[in-house]
Nanobody
Framework: QVQLVESGGGLVQPGGSLRLSCVAS????????IGWFRQAPGKERERVSC????????YNADSVKGRFTISRDNAKNTVYLQMNSLKPEDTAVYYC????????????????WGQGTQVTVSS
């Protein structure tokens, strides 16, 4: 069974930090590019970060550059999203997704998706 499971979301104050995890099962994560997407109520789902299968290439959206860091530990079949200096506008459901090619920004080009984890940034 192919599965991606996100965890690590929660409520945090502005300026705080969270680390999200995406654990894969049923497929070889180290041969997949992994993207992090988020969706706030009433808004389009947007890509925030992506990491290549080897970990040598990463992408970060302008809105999160300098604050978010994507990384992977293939031995643990896990990809992480370290989120620092969080802002209220970062509030969204965060999803991880996998595909076997390049780090596409198009939702339709990802093969596997997790169910999401809620991140709420509020004082």
């Amino acid at each position: 069974q192919v599965q991606l499971v996100e965890s690590g979301g929660g409520l945090v104050q502005p300026g705080g930090s969270l680390r999200l995890s995406c654990v894969a099962s049923g497929f070889t994560l180290d041969r997949n590019n992994i993207g992090w997407f988020r969706q706030a109520p009433g808004k389009e789902r947007e890509r925030v970060s992506c990491i290549s299968s080897s970990g040598t290439m990463t992408y970060n959206a302008d809105s999160v550059k300098g604050r978010f860091t994507i990384s992977r530990d293939n031995a643990k079949n896990t990809v992480y999203l370290q989120m620092n200096s969080l802002k209220p506008e970062d509030t969204a459901v965060y999803y991880c997704a996998a595909r076997g090619y390049y780090c596409s920004g198009r939702i339709s080009e990802y093969d596997y998706w997790g169910q999401g984890t809620q991140v709420t940034v509020s004082s």
